[in-house]
Structures are given as structure tokens and as C-alpha cells.
């Protein structure tokens, strides 16, 4: 799905404008359905709090780390805030969860989708834009944060699932999610491979 996502951005198929709304279709729709049917019946525990706590272990070692290194090598705030921003969160979602499910299975999905919407997202939309204002001349304030919280439809869609949790579902509900989440896969795969720029990586 990556080579195919190149090759169709290549030949002029995918431009920018269709790989932004297949990808919005992921975000938008896929991920959202993926948690609805996949975190039904879950049980929490203590290792699964500690997995979506990881992404703000992460962050937090980065940043000691690259602000010990600037005080050293003396790097600009804008350097330092850029290496923290790009070295302590992965892509959970897009990539995450096409991994987790060739080498774990279909049944870690719902861990993924908790480690991704509570960890990785929520981190990088509250941690992630103070440290974008403070390392650099943006001002980014709580509004700015509770939006981009509150307007990302897997974590509605997550905490909608986790709220309703405990209740029966009809089996048509599955029947109408289970195709609808299964494009996530194939159309987010293409689409970051229609977004590589492989000269950008070798520069």
C-alpha cells in the first residue's frame, strides 16, 4: 500500500488535495468506527494505563535530554523545541496500527487505539502545543488546546465507546463498523505513501 501510494502520487493520480481528504476519511471516519468496535467489552488495567502513559514518559525523557545536549553544544530554543517535538511522540495511528495488527493480531487494536488517543494525541495536544509556544514565538493558549482536544473524532469516539462499555450492542452495529474500519489500513497506508518525499529524507 506505501509503493502504491507513491506510484499513484507519481503518475498524477493522487494529488495533494485527494491524499489530504483520504486521509481525512481516516481520521474522520475509520479511526472513530475502529474505536467504537474494537474497545466494546474491554477491561482495563494496570499495564494498559501504563502504555498510554508512555507517550508522556517519552516526551519528558526527550526533553531532558536535548535541553541537557543544548546547554552543552549551545543549540537555539528553536532547535531544542523541534528535536523534543519530532523525537518523543511516533505515529500511534497511521502506522502504529497497520504494525500491531501484522504482528500481534486484530486483538491488540483496542490497546493501540487507547495508547493513541490517550497518550499520543492527548500529549501532543496539550504538551505538545505548550512546548511548540514556548520554544517558539507562537502564542498558543487553553482554547487553542480544548479545541483541538475535543474536535478529534477517534477520542470523541473512544470515550463514546468506553461510556457504553458495559452495555449489550445489537450485532448489526458490528456488522455496519467492521467494513468501515477496515479501510483504515489500506487507504491510511496509501496515503502516507502518496506523502513520502524520498528526496526531503535523503537531503
Known amino acids: 500500500c506505501l509503493a502504491a501510494g507513491w506510484v499513484l502520487r507519481s503518475v498524477g493520480i493522487l494529488s495533494e488535495q485527494r491524499t489530504q481528504k483520504a486521509l481525512s476519511w481516516v481520521i474522520y471516519v475509520a479511526l472513530p468506527a475502529m474505536a467504537l468496535l474494537h474497545i466494546h467489552g474491554i477491561e482495563f488495567t494496570a499495564e494498559w494505563l501504563l502504555a498510554a502513559a508512555m507517550p508522556w514518559v517519552s516526551v519528558a525523557l526527550a ?3 536535548f535541553r541537557s545536549m543544548a546547554s ?8 531544542v523545541g523541534a528535536l523534543v517535538l519530532v523525537s518523543g511522540w511516533g505515529n500511534t495511528s497511521f502506522i502504529g496500527i497497520p504494525m500491531v495488527i501484522t504482528y500481534f493480531g486484530t486483538e491488540w487494536i483496542s490497546l493501540v487505539l487507547v495508547i493513541d488517543s490517550l497518550g499520543s494525541y492527548l500529549a501532543l495536544s496539550t504538551a505538545g502545543i ?3 509556544s514556548r520554544y517558539s514565538s507562537s502564542e498558543l493558549g487553553a482554547g487553542d488546546m480544548m479545541k483541538r ?4 473524532p477517534p477520542l470523541l469516539a473512544l470515550l463514546v465507546a468506553l461510556a457504553c462499555n458495559g452495555l449489550p450492542r445489537p450485532e448489526w452495529i458490528e456488522q455496519v463498523l467492521q467494513p468501515i474500519a477496515a ?5 491510511a497506508m496509501i496515503g502516507v505513501g502518496a506523502t513520502l518525499q524520498w528526496g526531503a529524507i535523503f537531503e
Open 130 to 132: 505548550f512546548l511548540a
Open 72 to 79: 552543552r553544544y549551545g543549540w537555539s530554543r528553536e532547535k
Open 63 to 65: 526533553l531532558l535530554l
Open 183 to 187: 479501510t483504515l489500513t489500506p487507504v
Open 149 to 152: 482536544i475535543f474536535g478529534f
